[in-house]
Nanobody, 125 residues
Framework: QVQLVESGGGLVQAGGSLRLSCAAS????????MGWFRQAPAKEREFVAV????????YYADSVKGRFTISRDDAKNTVDLQMNSLKFEDTAVYYC??????????????????WGQGTQVTVSS
């Protein structure tokens, strides 16, 4: 079992930055990938970014490409999401997720095995 705990959410003005962090505990993460999703009120959970744990290769949703950066720290068992140039439409609850399934680019919630509890990001316009 893997427990995921997010931190770093908050309130920021449009154009500002936030850094989210996700700590994996329970056992050393040796899975395939970790990703970030977000869910705004009355909307479906959507993919934001994913990083393959062994290679460090990353993939982003078009809506955040060039503004967000996902990174991982093997020693600390953490994955971070640096969010720059934030927009009002980035407002959502952000979730960290982990998968042990070997999927080319896991972008669907159903492709993930473990989830964090979520952290709120609010961008004021």
């Amino acid at each position: 079992q893997v427990q995921l705990v997010e931190s770093g959410g908050g309130l920021v003005q449009a154009g500002g930055s936030l850094r989210l962090s996700c700590a994996a505990s329970g056992r050393t993460f040796s899975g395939y990938a970790m990703g970030w999703f977000r869910q705004a009120p009355a909307k479906e959970r959507e993919f934001v970014a994913v990083i393959r744990w062994s290679s460090g290769s990353a993939y982003y949703a078009d809506s955040v490409k060039g503004r967000f950066t996902i990174s991982r720290d093997d020693a600390k068992n953490t994955v971070d999401l640096q969010m720059n140039s934030l927009k009002f439409e980035d407002t959502a609850v952000y979730y960290c997720a982990a998968t042990y399934r070997v999927v080319a680019t896991p972008k669907r919630p159903s492709e993930y095995d473990f989830w964090g509890q979520g952290t709120q990001v609010t961008v004021s316009s």
